[in-house]
């Protein structure tokens, strides 16, 4: 792993090998040999996506729908003759929680007589003349609406808009014959109120939020490099509504994105898949990724020779120096061949279980015992090797530090937790576990598994 040091720490060593003979046994029948490797289990994640969408083109869509300026009246043979102007001035809508409440200011003005009695469409006492807001500054109103939001699961947003309030600011106090023209204007504008309520009401369901989140999930399948670890692929399976609220003309969503990420050794390019209805939600936060981290048998090699490259093991005339070490997969263990010159000169094979104590941090190669065909060779030259003694002190001493392993692989999964990407999609998040999970030996690495844990966020930014 690049980047990544190794604190190694040896026993003494010590051979004894006589005869003046080059120990030279076969290699571990197993040498070579691999177990299949288990894949990386997919573990479900929940991923929180807050989203939001303006509702102001909904708003201004509807009011175009909706004419500025209404006239009408009645011309009665007998009774209010009138007609009316009502202009459309501005609207406000705020929004709370689950509703999207508006307030409509409009002028209005109206001018009109009252005769007492008709006859053959002629009055017979001269009209008694009346106006409101004509050939003056028109008088004000307020309406007051509000829409209720559902979300069906096709992305379709579905209100139910209606008038709560309509009401003159600045009445006009017109009554003839115990008739209030402002309750006959009130009456007259009801029709056309109700024409808004539809138009709102249609112009959210055409709305295309499915085109907001569609960039978001097409990002979220593209593989995420994690420089020397691979490339993290979160792999969606499931949108739902967690949450969702208004706030002036915007929605704010809170979405639950279930995924089963993984992480792979290479770039996997896949089909973008559209994105799929809604699903029922199911709390919940948080990710969890296995991932493995490789330690080549090149590296492990390489480290322990130079740190037994200047150790001589032995006493007297039967000193040696490791002048080379070189690891290799052995079924279900880890295979070692040292090789030695000095006063005698060969190599030795030795067998041994991998383990990462995750307190710690640090990879100990437990028992640790020669070969079958090393034992039986030094049987006959070196014995005393069998020591139970000189094995264990060597194998308190085959540790391997992997802090630097872990913190390299940190640093690459908490920076592919926060980054921008296509579609104005901006993640973040943080990874708060990194946990030991098992080991693998392969072809040409030992691989660590670790399961990383923390939580993870998406949001997305439109121009």
Known sequence: ???????????????????????????????????AVDPLPEVDSRITIPVRVDLAPIIDQAQSEWPREY??????????????????????????????????????????????????????????????????PMRRMEVEMESKLTLDPRWRLLTETRFTHLKPVDECRVTFARVNINDELLKQLQPNLAELEKAIDRE??????????QPLWSALQEPIPLDELGFLHIKPAALSVAEWSFKGTELDLTLGLRARPEVLPDFKASKPTALPDLSQHQPGGGFQIY????????????????FMD???????????????????????????????TGSKKGVLFL????????????????????????RNL?????????????????????????KDLYEFASRSIQGSLNQKRDGGVVLSGNLTRLEYAGHALGNDALRIRVLASGEISARVSYP
């Open 1 to 35: 792993m690049a980047n990544a040091t190794r604190s190694i720490t040896l026993g003494m060593f010590v051979v004894l090998l006589g005869c003046g003979r080059t120990l030279q046994p076969l290699p571990p029948q197993s040498s070579g040999h691999t177990v």
């Open 71 to 136: 006239t009408g009246g009645a011309h009665p043979c007998s009774g209010l003759r009138y007609r009316y102007k009502v202009e459309r001035r501005g609207m406000k809508v705020i929004g709370q929680r689950k509703t999207l409440a508006a307030h409509l200011s409009l002028g209005y003005g109206f001018q009109g007589e009252y005769c007492a009695g008709c006859i053959m469409e002629i009055c017979v006492n001269p009209p008694i003349p009346f106006s409101c807001g004509w050939d003056e």
């Open 204 to 213: 959210s369901s055409a709305f295309p939020l499915k085109s907001y989140i």
């Open 291 to 306: 991932t493995d981290l490789t330690l080549p048998y090149s590296k492990l090699s390489g480290l322990m020779t130079a």
């Open 310 to 340: 200047t150790i001589w093991l032995g006493s007297g005339k039967n000193r040696i120096r490791i002048s080379g070490v070189r690891f290799f997969p052995a079924g279900r263990k880890l295979g070692m061949e040292l090789s030695f």
């Open 351 to 374: 067998l041994s279980v991998p383990e990462v104590d995750q307190a710690t941090r640090r990879l100990y190669l437990k028992e640790l015992d020669y070969d079958l065909n090393t």
């Open 378 to 402: 030094m049987l006959k030259s070196a014995h005393w090797l069998l020591d139970e003694k000189i094995k264990r002190k060597l194998s308190e001493h085959m540790v391997f530090e992997l």
